[in-house]
């Protein structure tokens, strides 16, 4: 029998066999033994105990494809639960803006992001208005506790968002909750901060500066207030007036009136002060953050409790001095400036939280 390669060989003369991968010669086979190794013999020495053909059709025999087991998953699967918290369950909405690249605020775009700082789902249209018509910028659903990107803007954009709306519906899935109105809210984004770094603060959702536009604080909507030229002018010639007027004595805190709830503290050093002979700047400021101190710390466990700091508007050492403490030792606290209409730019009202 002629041997070919491929061929199961067994040697005659000793122990062992393989097959043949080669030829040596007219006399002489390649042999790979069952070790792998190859080794030469004599043909003659040989006997073939398996074709070629035989070994070929058993290499190219089809495999048979075993069925792998998919894994086992639960068919109820874990449903996302998101994480509340108590003060989650009165809405508070904002809209944030970021620079770009704050290094280049002349130059660069900004970032528009919605913030859902509850326990509720809300379903929101975020809009802008252009001439007499409304356009949506971005609506959908956002979870509970949660940012979500709206869009990047350039400066060529910011004419067409001075005014915008946000609308929602807050709600929650598969649990009782406690109904929240239906909430429209328009108002009006001052372009010009947009260009000014300073304008752009710390805040509580991003690590980074932000202006933020309130929406909703503690299940109230954000109430735009129009104040006309004529109103904004005559409130800063009234108030200097008052500045230059030495004014009688007052108590720290007092009631803005017989039905409100709003108390007023006058921080101005000459209605805390009789005498101030002696006092340099320094000793009058911490004097005034002093009285500051006492009357929040007075009324610290009175939830809602509205108060009004007056000022005055100066060179802003006061205010900034406050705002620092709001910002730092009672920041738990809701701050805002007061009623431009009765305060002009020289008092801020604190809510206690």
Not at 74 to 82: A, G, I, K
Not at 176 to 204: G, Q, W
């Amino acid at each position: 029998m002629d041997i070919k390669i491929g061929d199961k060989v067994r040697f005659l003369n000793s122990t062992g066999g393989g097959v043949v991968r080669g030829f040596q010669g007219k006399d002489q086979v390649i042999v790979e033994d069952e070790d792998g190794f190859e080794v030469p013999a004599l043909k003659r020495e040989c006997v073939v105990v398996g074709s070629g053909d035989m070994q070929v059709r058993s290499e190219n025999k089809p495999k048979i494809q075993v069925p792998v087991e998919p894994v086992a998953t639960s068919r109820e699967e874990e449903e996302y639960e998101p994480e509340e918290t108590a003060e989650g369950e009165r809405l508070n909405v904002c809209l944030a803006y970021l620079p770009t690249d704050p290094k280049a605020i002349q130059q660069c775009g900004y970032e528009a992001y919605f913030v859902n700082d509850s326990n509720y789902y809300l379903f929101f249209n975020y809009m802008s208005r252009e001439n007499n018509s409304w356009t949506s910028r971005y609506n959908g659903l956002i979870e509970p506790n949660t940012k979500i990107f709206l869009e990047e803007f350039g400066k060529a954009d910011l004419n067409g968002l001075e005014r915008i709306c946000v609308q929602l519906i807050a709600f929650k899935k598969d649990k009782p909750y406690a109904l929240k109105n239906a909430i429209s809210v328009e108002t009006r984004v001052d372009t010009v901060k947009f260009y000014k770094l300073h304008c752009f603060m710390a805040n509580d959702y991003f690590e980074e500066n932000a202006l933020i536009y309130p929406i909703v604080r503690d299940d109230l909507p954000e109430r735009e207030v129009l104040v006309s030229a004529a109103e904004l002018q005559e409130a800063m010639r009234e108030k200097a007036r008052e500045e230059r007027r030495p004014g009688a004595a007052k108590p720290i805190a007092r009631k803005k009136a017989s039905n409100s709830a709003i108390l007023e503290v006058d921080l101005h050093i000459q209605e805390l002060l009789d005498n101030t002979a002696g006092l340099s700047n320094g000793d009058m400021l911490n004097y005034q953050l002093d009285k500051f101190r006492e009357v929040m710390d007075q009324y610290a466990s009175q939830k809602g409790q509205k108060i009004v700091f007056i000022h005055g508007k100066g060179d802003g050492v006061l205010r900034k001095a406050i705002e620092k403490e709001l910002k730092t030792r009672y920041k738990q606290h809701y701050y805002q400036d007061a009623s431009f209409r009765e305060y002009g730019f020289g008092a801020t009202m604190v809510t206690i939280r």
